[in-house]
């Protein structure tokens, strides 16, 4: 793991085409714009945690399904 | 998940890139489920792993994705018909209410046969949204 400091408004560039950029402190917030080509998935830790997480549940889900009535 | 299954081609969908947490299985079949309108997305590769799926329009018909135009190129889709876009379920073991995941759905190219499970950022959409009382919501 790279570990360095940044100040704002400063800088990493990550491989082809990554840019982390430093755009707001405030407290124990930091608020990062990130440039990347669209096929760079970007996303919060927490929001990939927990779609993992559901995922694993959807894997163990009983077999025994509800009536949906499709009719509408 | 289910025993011996005739599978035709035509129902296997590859994910180039797996689904969340299991980035290692890449080929799946989709299949109907016995009990309308449910549909199963069988692994080929292990036959203990399994998804209930279901059309997430029917019981949100508010729910919109919003996929990039390069995320959707990859998976064959040029027109929003070559999409077909589905729903992870979770079915409690403990019988407790059924879940939809709305912020991770599944959208599979329907002219390649390529999916992909997507994250969507709209807040609307979080990973358990319970089936039975959405539907009923709409159709208050």
Known sequence: MLILSRKLNEKVVIGDGVV???IEIRGDQVKLGIDAP???KVYRQE???AIQAENRLA???ALTLPPIDVAK | M???LDIDERQVIDFPDGLIGFR???SYALLDAPQKPYFYLQSMELAELGFILLDPFLFRPDYSIDVADEAMRSLGVMDPDDALVLAMVTVPPDG???TANLMGPLVIGRKIRRGAQV???DPRWATKHDVMAELAASRK
Do not use: N, W
């Open chain 2, 24 to 26: 290692k299985f890449t």
């Open chain 2, 2 to 4: 289910m025993g011996e």
């Open chain 1, 59 to 61: 894997a163990e889900s």
């Open chain 1, 47 to 49: 929001v990939y945690d």
């Open chain 1, 38 to 40: 669209k096929t760079v």
């Open chain 1, 20 to 22: 982390v950029s430093i």
């Open chain 2, 96 to 98: 407790g209410p059924i």
């Open chain 2, 119 to 121: 994250i969507l950022t």
